[in-house]
Each structure stands twice: as C-alpha cells, then as structure tokens.
C-alpha cells in the first residue's frame, strides 16, 4: 500500500493562473481531508470529502477554492485565479469508514509567483 | 472558536534528558487530543492520541482538562526523536483538526 499520494509534489503558478492538487487516498479509504499550511503557521483545516460528497466545507475560502472527489480517480483541490497569499503546502489525508486515524500523504508546496 | 498553542518554536535538549513539549487548548466541547509527529523527510504521522492513554515511543501526554493542557513528555530523549511535534484538537468528527503551529525538537549529543 502506497499510501496517500499527492502531486505534484511542487507547484508553481503565475498570479491569476490555475492550481490544481491531486490526492490519491490509502487504498480502501474513502474519506478525505484537504489541509494547507501557511508559512510559520500550523496545518489548517479547509474540507472534508467522501466519493462524490463534499461533508464539511467549513475551513475553505468562499471564492476561488473548490474540491472534489469524485466516484473514480483522485479527489481534486481547486485554485482559480491564484495570489501570492495561496503561496503554501497543501496536505491530503485519508481514512477508512469508522476508522478516525488520518494518514497524510507528503503535501504539494504551492508556490504563486 | 478552538485554538491550539504550543509556545515553543524549538525545544533543544541533550541526549538522556527529559523532554517537556508544551501544549494547550481552548474549546467549549468535550475534546479529543492528538499528538503527530513529522521527522525529517517524513510525511505527518500520529503518534499518540489521548482516549488511547498508551505510551508510543516512550512518549506519553496526558489530558489535564483543569489547565487545559496536553503536554508531551519522555523521561530520556533519544536522537531519534529529533523532529517537528504537532499537538491537534478534534472538533466535530474525530478526523476534522485544528493543529497547533508545531515545536521542533532537537536532540543533541
């Protein structure tokens, strides 16, 4: 089991491009977790997704960000139109169903130029 | 709103030493306390999580909801444990955390 896999594992954008964060759950898991943290700060929490639901949205921004994990293939963290303030490492965590330990896959660090 | 501090950025302590990382938090609800630990290279991993009361690595923390605090402690540091420590809070579901800003721990020789 690889494990949770996130990529890129680098991302650097121009302001006002797009970033896009891919997440690949343990095998099993089904539930996912998107967290960034930024410089000298601790992880935040930003969205809570199963397969094809978004369960908790509370910590993302209201413009600009959006999540999805759909039925097949990776669960997808969406920047549009990037700032130099979404500069940050950008963690997915996954977990199985009744299963409340998180595993955290290495973080794509997003750099916005 | 939960908040989670832990006031030391670097903690550096000699081999055999006591290890003290400090931690405290504030939520109105009934919490649920983790520590996670990131050593170098290495992705986020938990160490140890306070409804388990067990003692991983020689580390252990316990709840003091009195001075709301979860401090981590090991009576003899190792090299080994050099690493960046992360005190998290559980609001809501168990999975969703509000981490503290993390305390590196250095030990040396």
């Known amino acids: 089991n690889a494990g949770v896999m996130q990529n890129p594992r680098h991302l650097v954008r121009r302001r006002g491009q797009e970033a896009r964060l891919r997440c690949s759950p343990m095998?099993?898991?089904?539930?996912v977790y998107w967290y960034r943290q930024l410089p000298e700060e601790g992880l935040k929490f930003m969205v809570y997704?199963?397969?094809?639901?978004?369960?908790?949205e509370s910590g993302m921004p209201k413009e600009r960000f959006s999540a999805e994990f759909p039925k097949e293939g990776p669960s997808i963290l969406r920047i549009q139109q990037v700032v130099r303030g979404d500069s940050a490492a950008y963690f997915c965590?996954?977990?199985?169903?009744?299963?409340?330990?998180?595993?955290f896959g290495s973080g794509t660090q997003l750099s916005v130029l | 709103a939960q908040r989670v501090t832990q006031p030391e950025k670097l903690l550096s302590v000699f081999k055999g030493a006591p290890v003290e990382l400090k931690c405290n938090y504030s939520?109105?609800?009934?919490?649920?306390l983790f520590w996670y630990v990131q050593y170098s290279r290495q992705r986020l991993q938990l160490l140890l999580r306070h409804i388990s009361r067990e003692s991983i690595k020689g580390f252990t923390a316990d709840l003091n909801k009195g001075e709301t605090s979860f401090h981590l402690k090991k009576p003899f540091a190792q090299e080994e444990d050099s690493a960046m420590y992360y005190c998290a809070l559980a609001t809501g579901t168990a999975s969703k955390l509000t981490f503290g800003t993390g305390t590196r721990l250095q030990v040396t020789l």
């Open positions: 965590a996954s977990s199985g169903v009744g299963d409340e330990k998180l595993f």
């Open positions: 997704l199963q397969k094809e639901n978004i369960i908790d």
């Open positions: 939520y109105s609800g009934s919490p649920e």
């Open positions: 095998k099993g898991h089904s539930h």
